[in-house]
C-alpha cells in the first residue's frame, strides 16, 4: 500500500488511515518507499530505546522558529513537534513504517530544535534512530544507498573527486610524530588542505598527515547507517592510535572523534591551536568587506562551551574588520545541508544556503560569507551567492 503524491499533497488510502492526522499528510518532497510491508511494526516491536521521548512533546511549536526545514519548507512535519506527532501515529498502529520514511530524512540534525525544547526532547538522536531502524528494516532510499557505497569503495561520500583530493603536498614534511593532523574528506575535495598547512608552518607545527586518511564516517552513522559507521570508526580509533593529539579541520570529524571513548589522543579543533597563536595573524588585505562569519552547527551547537569562533571574532576586530557573526542574524542556523540533507534533498540545501546569503546581502550588505566549516564552504559554493564571496577561514588568515 503506497501514498499518493499530488504536488506537497500527500493522499492517504482509506484502509486503516482513517485516524492519520495532517501531520504525516503534507510534507514538502516525494516520498519513497520499499516494497515490504511493515504493517503494525512499532516501536516496541524494534526494542525502541527511546520510546517515551515523543510522548513528552507538549506540542507548544517553539521548535519550529528554529528549524531550517520549516523556514524552507513551512509543513508541519518538517519541524520536530510534527516528527514526535508522526512516531506516535506510528506506535499506534495507524502509519506504516514506510509511510513515514521521508519525514524523518527531512532534518540537517543541527540541534537548534533540541536547544530550546522545554520538554528537553533529544531530537537528534530520535532521528538518528529512526533513520538506523528504517535501514534495518529495509527501508531506505537510493540516494543514502549511492553515498553508503561510496564511502566503501572510496572511503569518502564525495562521487567527483577534486584532482587533489587524494595526492598530499610532496614539499610537505611531517615532523611531529605525536601530533595528528586530521585533514577530512570535505576538506581535501574542497580543495583546502594547502592553505592550513602554510599557517601551521607558519607557527612552526608540522603535524604528521596520514597517507590514507579515510572519512571520520559521521554522514554514515547522520544516515543510519551505524554498522558501516562502526567499521570505519574501528579503523581510524588503529590510525591515530599512536598519537597524543589530534588536530581535526572539520568540526563533524572533531564532535565525531571527541564523542569515541576509544580515541585516546586529545582531540582539538583548529581554532584552538589558533587561540594560543592569535597575536602572530592579521587578516588578507584582499578581503572584502563586510562579511559574515558562519558558524556550523557542530561547534555552535554541538559544543556551545567551546565558543570556537571568540578567537576569530578577536583577530578580526584586531585588525579593524567589519563583520557580522551569523548566530547574531540567524541563531545558528545550519547551512541546510548537514545530516544527509545535501545528499539527499540537494535542492532545499542549495536554496536554504542561498536565503542565508541573499537575506544577510539585503539586510547587511555583505560581501564575503567566511565560514569556519569545509562542508559548509561546500554547500554555500553551490547556492546562488548573488556575487558574495565564500572562503574557508584558512583563506583569510595570514602570518
Known amino acids: 500500500m503506497k501514498l499518493e503524491v499530488s504536488g506537497n499533497e500527500i493522499k492517504v488510502p482509506e484502509k486503516n488511515h482513517e485516524h492519520v492526522s495532517e501531520t504525516v499528510m503534507h510534507y514538502g518532497t516525494k516520498n519513497r518507499y520499499c516494497d515490504t510491508d511493515k504493517w503494525g511494526l512499532k516501536m516496541r516491536d524494534l526494542n525502541f530505546d527511546d520510546i517515551e521521548e515523543p510522548y513528552k512533546c507538549s506540542g507548544c511549536g517553539v521548535c519550529f522558529l528554529e528549524c531550517p526545514i520549516y523556514e524552507h ?91 587533489s583530493f587524494k595526492s598530499l603536498p610532496e614539499w610537505y614534511e611531517n615532523k611531529d610524530t605525536e601530533t595528528a593532523l586530521w585533514v577530512g574528506c570535505s576538506t581535501r575535495h574542497m580543495g583546502l588542505l594547502e592553505q592550513w598547512l602554510k599557517i601551521l608552518i607558519g607557527l612552526n607545527h608540522r603535524p604528521t598527515l596520514l597517507s590514507e586518511e579515510k572519512c571520520c564516517g559521521s554522514i554514515l552513522k547522520n544516515m543510519g547507517y551505524d554498522d558501516e559507521f562502526k567499521n570505519i570508526m574501528q579503523k581510524n580509533v588503529k590510525d591515530l592510535s599512536g598519537f597524543k593529539r589530534i588536530i581535526t579541520l572539520c568540526p563533524s570529524c572533531y564532535t565525531t572523534f571527541k564523542n569515541e571513548p576509544k580515541i585516546k589522543g586529545k582531540v582539538m579543533f583548529i581554532t584552538e591551536l589558533l587561540d594560543k597563536n592569535k597575536q602572530k595573524f592579521h587578516v588578507s588585505k584582499s578581503l572584502e568587506e563586510p562579511l559574515m562569519l558562519f558558524e556550523p552547527c557542530h561547534l555552535k551547537n554541538y559544543e556551545p562551551w567551546m565558543d570556537a569562533s571568540n578567537v576569530i571574532r578577536e583577530i578580526l576586530e584586531k585588525n579593524k574588520i567589519r563583520y557580522f557573526m551569523s548566530s547574531d542574524l540567524y541563531g545558528a542556523k545550519c547551512c541546510g545541508g548537514g545530516g544527509g540533507m545535501l545528499a539527499n534533498h540537494s535542492d532545499i540545501s542549495r536554496n536554504r544556503a542561498s536565503q542565508l546569503v541573499n537575506d544577510a546581502q539585503k539586510s547587511y550588505n555583505i560581501k564575503t560569507v567566511v565560514t569556519m566549516c569545509p562542508f559548509c564552504n561546500n554547500v554555500f559554493n553551490q547556492a546562488d551567492n548573488k556575487g558574495v564571496k565564500v572562503l574557508d577561514l584558512g583563506a583569510i588568515l595570514c602570518i
Open 73 to 163: 519548507s513551512p509543513c508541519e512535519s518538517a519541524g520536530a513537534k510534527g516528527k514526535m506527532e508522526a512516531m506516535k501515529l506510528w506506535d499506534s498502529g495507524c502509519i506504516r513504517l514506510e509511510d513515514i520514511q521521508n519525514i524523518f530524512e527531512l532534518c540537517t540534525l543541527c540541534k537548534r530544535c533540541e536547544n530550546v525544547c522545554t520538554q528537553e526532547i533529544k531530537t537528534s538522536k530520535l532521528i538518528r534512530n529512526m533513520r538506523r531502524y528504517l535501514i534495518q528494516n529495509g527501508i531506505s532510499n537510493q540516494k543514502s544507498n549511492e553515498i553508503k557505497e561510496c564511502m566503501l569503495e572510496r572511503g569518502h561520500p564525495y562521487r567527483e573527486e577534486n584532482p
